[in-house]
């Protein structure tokens, strides 16, 4: 049912493959090119944009480079990794198999992933796509075990880690938390569920139905992708080229590569006229078992602009940042994506739709008072000043079984020195009594995470294990090696 309808919709659907490098706008495109036009120079790397009304094309545009080494413009055919922006096409095919018949959103996902560890309350679907399902993030367990964002990555290892987690870092339903690891899962259940992979079940029931003829779902890193922009890192020496985003063999939270126009494609599928049969269901947004909503969807945030209903999400991936946006009632939609890691797409995306929109957008936000936004200065904590000898009753190698990795303490020049596998050694400074803290930055990380150890004793008093926090994901299990 859910196929044919696409197939149906996509017949009417307005934006074209044939756009040259730019689609003329009955509006001034003057004022639309100005807010692009820093990164509309030689040497640089840029942003591709496309803007449909009412499922027409209205203007449709690359600046600056998709690669700088051979030169090569951005245009409306350039493919971009789009990254989070993934995440609501997953839940759109979860969405068929469950109109389908296939499964149930309310189906606990062990009887899809039984390697799962059944925990005290089971985990739905359904809290997996409103990301209140309290998994931990495998893209912070993975560097935490030692393999940092150059390692190659599987579904297979990603299931494996996930095998291994004791606990949650809450009970489902319970909050919302952002989680890509629950959107790696449910491709893992549509695999499984629709017997055929990720990328080839979006192809058949997506992409070539709705003339998507620039995207895929980038499960191979070794694949060709034609006219795929190269994502770039700007550090205090200059842009440098981002290799290791194709290290993984997955796609699930992320890694669909697409075209702005075929992202408007499928805005115009999901949101046109005749609403595709799994409208209702994605923008319904999430609850929590409290009541509270959550102003997700399924793979999409529900928010407004300036008084204007907006539906769409982000995207950020290493070197890339994506935007796609729709302004609900006023039927726009606009698609940004740059290859360049400190963009702000988000921010571009309002600067276009202030011009599309001026005479339907309320006032602009009101700043917070620099008084309001001031942050409370408090006194930090006298640290413990420990001795050589009382540092070397946390030395020794230690295992976590929820990792699957070794870290070695060692006490060198008066200092608590961890080695986290195959990474460099890294400090470990006391906090208070037998809590230390260090700074942690794989590579691949714009920046270094602080991560909490608590080291437990038995009755005898002597040092057994540590439990260790990293930003949400808390209480990591680790046992004397």
């Known amino acids: 049912m859910a196929f044919v309808s696409i197939l149906a919709i996509a017949v009417g659907c307005t934006a074209r493959n044939d756009s040259p490098a730019g689609v003329a706008s009955p509006d001034n495109n003057a004022g639309i090119d100005a807010i692009f036009a820093q990164w509309d120079v030689p040497g640089s790397p840029g942003c591709a944009l496309s803007v449909a009304r009412d499922g027409e094309l209205m203007y449709s545009r690359g600046y600056g480079y998709a690669n700088l080494d051979y030169e090569l413009p951005i245009t409306p055919h350039t493919v971009f990794d789009v990254a989070s922006v993934t995440k609501q096409f997953v839940a759109a095919l979860l969405t068929m198999l469950a109109l389908d ?26 809290h997996m796509l409103y990301h209140t399902s309290g998994l931990r993030d495998y893209l912070t367990l993975f560097p935490l075990a030692g393999r940092d964002d150059y390692y190659p990555i599987s579904h297979p290892q990603i299931l494996q880690m996930m095998s291994r987690q004791r606990a949650l870092i809450f009970s489902p339903g319970e909050q919302y938390r952002y989680s890509n ?58 842009l440098t080229r981002i290799v290791h985003n194709y290290n993984f063999d997955v796609a699930g939270d992320g890694q669909l590569y697409s075209t ?55 995207g950020s991936s290493w070197g890339f940042r994506t935007e796609l946006v729709r302004f609900v009632d006023a039927g726009l939609a606009i698609a940004i994506s740059c290859n360049f890691d400190d963009a702000e797409p988000g921010t571009l995306a309002q600067r276009v739709a202030d011009h599309y929109l001026a005479d339907s957008l309320g006032p602009e ?89 608590q080291f437990d004793r038995n009755r005898g008093g002597a040092v057994i294990g540590f439990g260790l926090t990293a930003g949400s994901e808390r209480g990591i299990v680790f046992e004397k090696h």
């Open 101 to 126: 018949g296939t499964l149930s959103l309310d189906d606990d996902v062990r009887e899809w992933l039984p390697e799962l560890p059944e925990y005290d309350r089971p985990i739905t679907l359904r």
């Open 181 to 238: 690891t629950a959107y790696m899962l449910l491709a893992q259940v549509i695999e499984r569920a629709g017997g055929q992979s990720l990328g080839e079940f979006a192809r058949e029931r997506i992409f070539e139905p709705l003339g998507m003829n620039g995207s895929l779902m980038y499960d191979n890193r070794e694949a060709i992708i034609p006219r795929r922009a190269t994502g770039y890192d700007r550090d205090p020496d200059g």
């Open 260 to 314: 702005m126009e075929d992202l408007l494609r499928w805005d115009h599928y999901l949101h046109g006229p005749d609403k595709s049969p799994i409208y209702e269901l994605m923008l319904t947004e999430g609850q929590l078992d409290s009541g509270e909503r959550t102003g997700y969807g399924q793979g999409l945030r529900l928010d407004e602009y300036r008084g204007l209903r907006t539906v769409g999400h982000s």
């Open 365 to 453: 936000d009101g700043a917070e008072s620099a008084e309001a936004a001031a942050p409370i200065d408090e006194p930090a904590a006298q640290a413990p000043d420990l001795t050589a000898e009382q540092l070397r009753e946390f030395a020794g190698a230690w295992f976590s079984p929820e990792l699957d990795a070794i870290y070695r303490f060692a006490v060198v020049d008066g200092r608590l020195e961890l080695r986290i596998e195959q990474e460099s050694p890294v400090t470990a400074m006391p906090v208070a009594g037998d809590e230390f803290e260090f700074a942690f930055h794989p590579k691949g990380w714009s920046e270094p995470e602080q991560v909490n150890i």
